[in-house]
């Protein structure tokens, strides 16, 4: 069964080049353009394996997000992966602190971040 993989980032031009990568290496893919759209969809459809997350967004931002969707009946096992292009050692942190299962810093590398899918999921 292929892992089903919801790509949550304000930015529809990363979430083509990561959808279409993704893709190419047998992922199923679902999108959302913010983090209300991420959790609607995550109350209709309980079969995402892994979250990427971006954690910089306008109204809710991915700290935020992660929050609200660890406080769902039935997601708090989903693997979150926060993305960012914030670098620091602290900025890890926040995100982890946040409810992040890992992080990836963006420009995204794929072979890291497959590492990443593997090592959470």
């Not at 529809?12 to 991420?38: C, H, Q, V, W, Y």
């Amino acid at each position: 069964m292929n892992k089903k993989i919801l790509i949550v980032d304000d930015d529809p031009r990363n979430i083509f080049a990561l959808k279409l990568t993704l893709k190419a290496r047998g992922f199923d893919i679902e999108t959302a353009l913010s983090a209300k759209e991420a959790i609607d969809k995550l109350a209709i459809d309980k079969n995402i394996d892994l979250i990427l997350m971006d954690m910089m967004m306008p109204d809710i931002d991915g700290y935020q997000a992660i929050g609200m969707i660890g406080k769902i009946d039935g997601l708090d096992h989903i693997p979150i992966i926060a993305v960012t292009a914030q670098a620091m050692e602290e900025d890890y942190q926040k995100c982890i602190d946040a409810g992040a299962t890992d992080y990836i810093k963006k420009p995204i590398d794929v072979d890291q971040l497959l590492n990443v899918i593997e090592k959470v999921s």
